[in-house]
């Protein structure tokens, strides 16, 4: 069981007052991470991707903790289920 995301293209101008998207993630979810939240990947964490939830009806963005090649991903796929998604939309601060 997992969920189903898809990364986002062109996001890449937003940014936030973190060194990184993969510190925004550490610092709105608190949470270390040693893997790729994409399922069944054991390679380390590399960057923050944002990705987009499907099945939502919304179209909110998250970040989550990938390794390049999953962020490269161009179809829909599956992340653990124990995956922190934090907020994307920062608005210009992240609340560092």
Request: one cysteine or more.
């Amino acid at each position: 069981m997992g969920i189903i995301v898809k990364n986002i293209k062109g996001a890449s101008k937003i940014a936030c007052n973190c060194d990184s998207w993969l510190d925004h993630w550490k610092n709105c979810s608190g949470d270390a991470v040693a893997w790729c939240s994409t399922q069944y990947c054991l390679n380390p964490p590399e960057v923050g991707g944002r990705v987009m939830r499907t099945g939502l009806k919304w179209n909110e963005w998250y970040i989550i903790p990938l390794c390049k090649t999953c962020n490269n991903k161009t179809t829909e796929y599956k992340v653990s289920w124990l995956t922190t998604f934090a907020p994307g939309n920062v608005g210009g601060g992240c609340g560092k």
